[in-house]
Each structure stands twice: as structure tokens, then as C-alpha cells.
């Protein structure tokens, strides 16, 4: 069945950078729109993220714009986000989510993808 599986989660300084990753396997990667949203115990799930079937349309968060890039690699079934210049309120569990349906730029920030990872935790320290 399809799996989505995070990686590259740990503890960074204020300031620094972090790169995820989320493989997929199960399907063909190249037709599924994908996203990165986070959540905080306490509070709700926000979309940080998201990327078009082709690379070419993404959208992201008024949160993170400037500072997080979304790309994907196609050949390699896995979809990255770029994190930059990080806050301590960037601290969250980050999940990658998936989804066959042909999705671009706002359209991209919606709650109802089909797949969901595991998520991984992100601890930015002041």
C-alpha cells in the first residue's frame, strides 16, 4: 500500500537551517500533489507547504513564505522542504501528505490529502 515516511527532523539553533524528507512508495510519485503541514500540542494542524505534480506550481504558509522551499525529485520518489533563518515557533511535528488528485498553487493548501506520514519533530532553541 502507499507509505509516506519523514525524515531529517531533530534540534537546531535560532538562525539555522534544516532540510526534510518524505519518501514515497507504493504509487507513481510523479502524479501526486504534495504538501508539508505542523502542529503543536494544543493547537491546530497548519499547512506549511505544497508542490504540484510537476514541480513547477507551489504555495506556501504567510508563516513561512521567505524562508521554507518545497521541491521534489521525481526520479527519486521523494519531496523535500528547505528550512531556513528558524524561529523557536517553527517548533512543531512535521507531516508530509499526498494526494492523486491534480492540485496547484492556493488550491495546494487544503486539509483533506488522502495519505499522511508519520510525522517528525522539529525543536528550534532561542
Known amino acids: 500500500q502507499v507509505r509516506l515516511v519523514e525524515s531529517g527532523g531533530g534540534l537546531v539553533q535560532a538562525g539555522g537551517s534544516l532540510r526534510l524528507s518524505c519518501a514515497v512508495s507504493?504509487?507513481?510519485?510523479?502524479?501526486?500533489?504534495m504538501g508539508w503541514f505542523r502542529q503543536t500540542p494544543g493547537k491546530e494542524r497548519e499547512f506549511v507547504a505544497g508542490?504540484?505534480?510537476?514541480?513547477?506550481?507551489?504555495y506556501y504558509g504567510d508563516s513561512v513564505k521567505g524562508r521554507f522551499t518545497i521541491s521534489r525529485d521525481n526520479a527519486k520518489n521523494t519531496v523535500f522542504l528547505q528550512m531556513s533563518s528558524l524561529k523557536p515557533e517553527d517548533t512543531a511535528i512535521y507531516y508530509c501528505?499526498?494526494?492523486?488528485?491534480?492540485?496547484?498553487?492556493?488550491?495546494?493548501?487544503?486539509?483533506?490529502?488522502?495519505?499522511w506520514g508519520q510525522g517528525t519533530q522539529v525543536t528550534v532553541s532561542s
Open positions: 501528505a499526498g494526494d492523486r488528485r491534480e492540485w496547484t498553487g492556493s488550491v495546494l493548501a487544503r486539509y483533506d490529502y488522502y495519505y
Open positions: 507504493g504509487r507513481a510519485f510523479s502524479r501526486y500533489a
Open positions: 508542490i504540484s505534480w510537476s514541480g513547477g506550481s507551489t
